[in-house]
């Protein structure tokens, strides 16, 4: 058994045996999450525990949101925000799995910009103006919504004497 099988079934057994306000066990779980998720080889395996990762990740930021501490609802969207940054970064990865932690990604940043602009603190007003300036900056180096670059082929040596 794969650690990512191993992973998904300790996950599924929370879900199907945990009352959803225990968390404890699911933070470890999100926290302690295997490798292989963030690729680099794309399959079946790895697009479910990447899904089953960012599902737990809202689970636990819709917990702390509705127990009114938004500090860590916030710190869950900003982990899925790194881990995804990380991956759509790393070129080793398969381009699929970057695509689609490209989509994630823009629904995340969507996610943080809303929940900064509910509050009506000076921090929270902080924290949207330093997220929004990260994002155009990952933009300009890793624009999400361009076609890869396609792979060249060496040219070969021709004679062009004239």
């Known amino acids: 058994m794969t ?8 996950v599924s057994n929370w879900h199907n045996h ?3 306000d225990q968390v404890d066990e699911l933070e470890k779980l999100v926290n302690e999450a295997p490798e292989d998720i963030w690729g680099p080889e794309l399959s079946l395996e790895q697009s479910q525990a990447l899904g089953c990762w960012l599902d737990s990740c809202a689970r636990m930021y819709k917990h702390y949101l509705e127990q009114g501490e938004e500090e860590q609802a916030y710190g869950y969207l900003c982990l899925a925000q ?6 759509v ?4 990865v398969d381009q699929n799995i970057r695509m ?21 603190d000076l ?5 949207l103006s330093d997220q929004i300036e990260s994002h155009v900056k990952f933009l ?3 624009p999400l919504n361009e076609a890869p670059i396609p792979v ?9 004497e004239a």
């Open 3 to 10: 650690s990512l099988t191993q992973w998904q079934q300790q």
């Open 18 to 20: 945990r009352k959803h």
């Open 82 to 87: 790194a881990r995804l940054q990380h991956v």
């Open 89 to 92: 970064s790393r070129a080793e």
């Open 100 to 120: 689609c932690c490209c989509r994630k990604l823009e629904q995340i940043t969507v996610l943080i910009i809303e929940f900064c602009q509910a509050r009506s």
């Open 123 to 127: 921090h929270w007003k902080r924290e």
């Open 140 to 142: 300009t180096l890793f």
């Open 152 to 160: 060249l082929k060496p040219c070969s040596k021709k004679n062009t």
